[in-house]
């Protein structure tokens, strides 16, 4: 039980934003104790890449970035819900629920103040601390350390999409190296275009010791042998928290020169430095590649919104100016402090009394507005969405991927069946990887004929209505006046807010 002399605090309230302690380190060490609080940490002034200096930094974010990176993390979701869309909401909830129902944050006065934090950190609640076993302790460690390494790789390091190791790395010719079940190899690869080399990522949670750490270097080292001549970074991120204690981080990094990145077969992009780092959203228009793998990364929410009933779903205005929402500091801009949107939005209110829906969509896209297309993920207090562009691209996407599945061998719902027996957890683990890998070699065989069909869908999604790219009869609402409950932030093309407060004030 909790015991009494705990505080009976109210919900932790997201109005603020926290900073997170980072240690750089050029491999593993014992864990820094309480150093994350008593260290003399430096200012973070945004990067594309790793900082000059190792040791402690205190960058600030919010938990709109925290969620962002919980949604887009991990396992691809096809070809496992391909056939049953309406279970991508139970997918999100997975990805975020242990993150609401175990973390807190508290005021921190650190012994050397860092200029322009905001002096609040995470750290576990009693809930965490007092109640809960330990194999909840053990899924709630795997989440956190996923969700966590994705937010240092990409929103504070520049990182650009980060795929799971299990289905191949990223050298064509080494993806059945990769694909070896009997070896330990990394969670997540991705590519640096501001490094020009690829990064190998491991990701650890919970109370990180040196011993599980010692375990990740390895599983890089493995990575990094078959990787081999090509030029690439390995990153152990180590989210480190125990009950009393802050969430810090451990980043421990080693460089591997060699010969760069291979460019992606049949890239539209002639010149790789127009690709920055981060966000694809940033270059939709520049690359074919960049919008296949847009489309990839949304397609958990793309079925969530696909499959949400009518009372979900909602249309929010953003500016429809791109460039006013590209990467600032990590990957999402918040919309409560954004003059543009606040000012465009208070516009669009004042000429919309007794305008009917249809015309007041007219309307605000002449006045350089675009809405976005949202719904609430039940069992949560989150709000994703997407453009009507990218949305139709991943309308296609899931087309082709349902196509793949229909006319493949053991991806067919008629082989599944006919192969269906008992087997053991390992056997159907393999099973399902195998299926999975074969999905993904059928997508990328098709990868030069999707190039045409996802950006003649993006290009014709700007121009269709709602109820088209949805296939149903009516508009979802147009939401003019906005909902103070929420806090908001949007990306080129996509959307995510989240409650003020939790427990949720709304229904």
Same mark, same amino acid.
């Given at each position: 039980?909790?015991?009494?002399?705990?505080?009976?605090?109210?919900?932790?309230?997201?109005?603020?934003?926290?900073?997170?302690?980072?240690?750089?380190?050029?491999?593993? /060490?014992?864990?820094?104790?309480?150093?994350?609080?008593? /260290?003399?940490?430096?200012?973070?002034?945004?990067? $594309?890449?790793?900082?000059?200096?190792?040791?402690?930094?205190?960058?600030?974010?919010?938990?709109?970035?925290?969620?962002?990176? @919980?949604?887009?993390?991990?396992?691809?979701?096809?070809?496992?819900?391909?056939?049953?869309?309406?279970?991508?909401?139970?997918?999100?909830?997975?990805?975020?629920?242990?993150?609401?129902?175990?973390?807190?944050?508290?005021?921190?006065?650190?012994?050397?103040?860092?200029?322009?934090?905001?002096?609040?950190?995470?750290?576990?609640?009693?809930?965490? @601390?007092?109640?809960?076993?330990?194999?909840?302790?053990?899924?709630?460690?795997?989440?956190?350390?996923?969700?966590?390494?994705?937010?240092?790789?990409?929103?504070?390091?520049?990182?650009?999409?980060?795929?799971?190791?299990?289905?191949?790395?990223?050298?064509?010719?080494?993806?059945?190296?990769?694909?070896?079940?009997?070896?330990?190899?990394? $969670?997540?690869?991705?590519?640096?275009?501001?490094?020009?080399?690829?990064?190998?990522?491991?990701?650890?949670?919970?109370?990180?010791?040196?011993?599980?750490?010692?375990?990740?270097?390895?599983?890089?080292?493995?990575?990094?042998?078959?990787?081999?001549?090509?030029?690439?970074?390995?990153?152990?991120?180590?989210?480190?928290?125990?009950?009393?204690? $802050?969430?810090?981080?451990?980043?421990?990094?080693?460089?591997?020169?060699?010969?760069?990145?291979?460019?992606?077969?049949?890239?539209?992009?002639?010149?790789?430095?127009?690709?920055?780092?981060?966000?694809?959203?940033?270059?939709?228009?520049?690359?074919?590649?960049?919008?296949?793998?847009?489309?990839?990364?949304?397609?958990?929410?793309?079925?969530?919104?696909?499959?949400?009933?009518?009372?979900?779903?909602?249309?929010?205005?953003?500016?429809?100016?791109?460039?006013?929402?590209?990467?600032?500091?990590?990957?999402?801009?918040?919309?409560?402090?954004? $003059?543009?949107?606040? @000012?465009?939005?208070?516009?669009?209110?004042?000429?919309?009394?007794?305008?009917?829906?249809?015309?007041?969509? /007219?309307?605000?896209?002449?006045?350089?507005?675009?809405?976005?297309?949202?719904?609430?993920?039940?069992?949560?207090?989150?709000?994703?969405?997407?453009?009507?562009?990218?949305?139709?691209?991943?309308?296609?996407?899931?087309?082709?991927?349902?196509?793949?599945?229909?006319?493949?061998?053991?991806?067919?719902?008629?082989?599944?069946?006919?192969?269906?027996?008992?087997?053991?957890?390992?056997?159907?683990?393999?099973?399902?990887?195998?299926?999975?890998?074969?999905?993904?070699?059928?997508?990328?065989?098709?990868?030069?004929?999707?190039?045409?069909?996802?950006?003649?869908?993006?290009?014709?999604?700007?121009?269709?209505?709602?109820?088209?790219?949805?296939?149903?009869?009516?508009?979802?609402?147009?939401?003019?006046?906005?909902?103070?409950?929420?806090?908001? @932030?949007?990306?080129?093309?996509?959307?995510? /807010?989240?409650?003020?407060?939790?427990?949720?004030?709304?229904?």
């Amino acid at each position: 039980m909790i015991p009494a002399h705990v505080p009976d605090e109210p919900p932790l309230n997201y109005v603020d934003s926290f900073d997170v302690p980072v240690l750089f380190r050029n491999g593993p /060490a014992k864990k820094p104790r309480k150093q994350w609080r008593t /260290a003399k940490h430096q200012p973070w002034a945004g990067s $594309d890449g790793f900082p000059a200096a190792d040791g402690w930094y205190a960058p600030t974010t919010t938990w709109r970035e925290i969620i962002k990176a @919980a949604t887009e993390v991990g396992r691809d979701i096809t070809p496992h819900l391909q056939n049953q869309p309406h279970y991508a909401h139970g997918e999100l909830v997975a990805r975020i629920s242990p993150l609401y129902a175990y973390l807190g944050a508290h005021p921190v006065k650190p012994r050397h103040p860092v200029p322009g934090s905001k002096g609040r950190r995470l750290t576990l609640n009693p809930v965490y @601390a007092h109640g809960t076993e330990r194999s909840a302790r053990n899924a709630a460690a795997y989440r956190l350390g996923m969700t966590m390494t994705e937010w240092a790789c990409r929103s504070l390091l520049g990182l650009g999409q980060t795929e799971h190791l299990e289905l191949g790395g990223p050298i064509p010719a080494l993806l059945d190296t990769f694909k070896d079940p009997k070896k330990k190899l990394p $969670d997540l690869w991705g590519r640096h275009e501001t490094e020009k080399m690829y990064w190998l990522v491991e990701a650890k949670g919970g109370d990180v010791g040196l011993g599980t750490l010692r375990k990740g270097w390895a599983q890089l080292a493995a990575g990094s042998k078959i990787l081999g001549a090509y030029a690439h970074r390995t990153v152990l991120v180590g989210a480190s928290v125990r009950p009393g204690d $802050d969430l810090f981080l451990t980043i421990d990094h080693d460089l591997h020169p060699g010969e760069p990145p291979l460019t992606p077969v049949g890239s539209a992009i002639d010149d790789e430095s127009a690709v920055g780092p981060g966000n694809l959203e940033d270059h939709l228009g520049d690359s074919d590649d960049a919008l296949i793998g847009a489309a990839r990364a949304q397609m958990l929410t793309y079925l969530a919104l696909r499959s949400a009933p009518a009372s979900l779903l909602r249309t929010v205005p953003v500016p429809a100016d791109r460039a006013s929402r590209r990467r600032r500091s990590g990957l999402t801009t918040p919309l409560e402090d954004d $003059d543009l949107t606040l @000012a465009m939005r208070a516009d669009a209110r004042g000429a919309a009394p007794d305008v009917e829906q249809h015309t007041l969509r /007219a309307n605000i896209r002449s006045m350089g507005l675009d809405d976005f297309l949202t719904c609430r993920i039940p069992g949560t207090e989150v709000h994703l969405g997407m453009s009507r562009k990218l949305f139709a691209a991943c309308e296609r996407l899931h087309e082709e991927d349902l196509a793949i599945a229909r006319r493949t061998p053991e991806l067919r719902a008629e082989d599944q069946l006919a192969g269906d027996q008992e087997l053991s957890d390992d056997a159907e683990e393999e099973q399902r990887l195998v299926q999975r890998r074969i999905f993904r070699e059928q997508q990328e065989e098709a990868r030069p004929r999707l190039r045409p069909l996802l950006r003649n869908a993006y290009e014709q999604g700007e121009t269709s209505d709602w109820s088209d790219l949805l296939r149903r009869p009516l508009e979802p609402e147009l939401d003019l006046e906005g909902d103070q409950s929420l806090l908001e @932030a949007a990306t080129p093309e996509t959307y995510l /807010a989240v409650s003020r407060y939790f427990p949720p004030v709304r229904t």
